[in-house]
């Protein structure tokens, strides 16, 4: 049945849209570009670190800590279903990619299989992770 999903043109994975994307923004040979999952990165604390965290006033308050825990949860759980974390490494750059399959276009909804979408979490030549 997935296969129907995909249509003539096949799915594309997660792996081949980093390549693409690293022969993209480097001008790098794909033949020269590896790529690897990252499952030991989550995906929402390589996006946002530090920058989502509760208030000194929300830490302070048992209830209202709960409550923001719950929603943190519900955030991190869209991105970890979503999306999956890639490392591309070739031509002397390394990039850590959150890669996901983009939203259909025209109004059909859902996600499209046929087309991966790769955005730079962090890139360069000193990336480590």
Sequence with gaps: MFALLCGAGGCMSYEEGAR???VGAYSCPAERV???PRPDLDAYDVTFG???KP????????????VWKK??????ATYRKNG???????????????CFHPQNVG?????????VACAPLKA??????
């Design 20 to 22: 693409q994307y690293h």
């Design 34 to 36: 590896s790529v690897r």
């Design 50 to 52: 530090d920058l989502v």
């Design 55 to 66: 208030s000194e006033e929300v830490l302070n308050d048992p209830e209202r800590y709960a």
């Design 71 to 76: 929603e943190d949860e519900k955030r991190r």
């Design 84 to 98: 999956e974390v890639y490392e591309s490494t070739g031509c002397g750059q390394t990039a850590i990619l959150l």
């Design 107 to 115: 109004g059909r909804g859902g996600m499209d299989p046929t087309r």
């Design 124 to 129: 360069g030549p000193d990336v480590v992770y």
